[in-house]
């Protein structure tokens, strides 16, 4: 479990709580597929075999560690990033984990304000830890869910984790591209634990959001943890977990565009 405390991205040092998150997360990833068969499917990622979803979360971290050590300016691409990925699968788990050390060192080195290129919306170093954490609560879910385990992330970490998500949305191509052809429409998330909403309206001209409970076409009813994997595809609305009241098809139709 992402051990993490509700008040979450709300102290001071939100960097370093950043950096201790992702060691945690990381470590429960590695423990969910040390020993498992690396040609486990992952059904949460069609196609894919566990092997595929460790060297694809560990090229991240390499990846990240590179750009941000680098202070890139421009797009890096991963294969300009030397990976040294071991030849046997059942290697990767620990490669995984060595990639993260070495990225959590110089994210640790880097003041988190110095400006320099992401692919979200924040431009700063800061992006990389933050987007980290969730690129690995996902990943960490896809693994778990893929072997039987339940996946728990705490309130505090998937209400931030739907923000981040929101906020980096307008700079995936791919999801705009998705998003232009569809009617307008409006989607509200209730987490049932927490309280907190979020309501999001979209169409042609792109989408905006705001984290209040605003009328809209279509609401959805869950813990937070479920919404988040919800957003990112990991879970399905129709799941006895949520509560859907209004236009389903306004719903599948955003969900149909943001999936990962």
Request: proline share 7%; hydrophobic share 40%.
């Amino acid at each position: 479990m992402l051990r993490v405390p509700d008040s979450f991205g709300l102290d001071d040092d939100q960097h370093e709580r950043y950096c201790e998150s992702i060691a945690h997360v990381v470590a429960d990833f590695t423990a969910a597929v040390r020993d498992a068969d690396p040609a486990t499917p992952v059904s949460t990622c069609p196609g894919w075999t566990l092997a595929d979803l460790v060297e694809h979360h560990g090229t991240t971290h390499r990846w990240a560690e590179h750009v941000v050590r680098t202070r890139a300016t421009e797009p890096v691409l991963a294969r300009e990033v030397p990976l040294d990925l071991p030849d046997d699968p059942s290697a990767y788990p620990q490669w995984l984990a060595r990639g993260a050390e070495s990225c959590l060192r110089t994210l640790r080195t880097v003041d988190p304000d110095l400006p320099m290129w992401s692919y979200g919306a924040d431009q700063r170093v800061a992006f990389y830890p933050r987007r980290l954490l969730f690129e690995a609560v996902i990943h960490c879910a896809d693994a778990q869910l893929a072997l039987g385990q339940e996946p728990r992330v705490e309130p505090g970490t998937a209400a931030d984790g739907i923000a981040e998500f929101l906020e980096n949305l307008p700079r995936r191509t791919r999801t705009t591209e998705r998003q232009a052809p569809l009617a307008g429409g409006s989607v509200r998330l209730l987490a049932r634990d927490t309280g907190a909403a979020w309501t999001i309206t979209f169409g042609a001209a792109g989408f905006s959001w705001t984290a209040t409970a605003e009328a809209a076409d279509v609401t959805v009813t869950a813990d937070v943890a479920d919404l988040l994997l919800l957003l990112y595809g990991r879970r399905r609305p129709e799941a006895d977990r949520f509560t859907v009241r209004g236009g389903t098809a306004v719903l599948d139709a955003w969900l149909s565009t943001t999936a990962t």
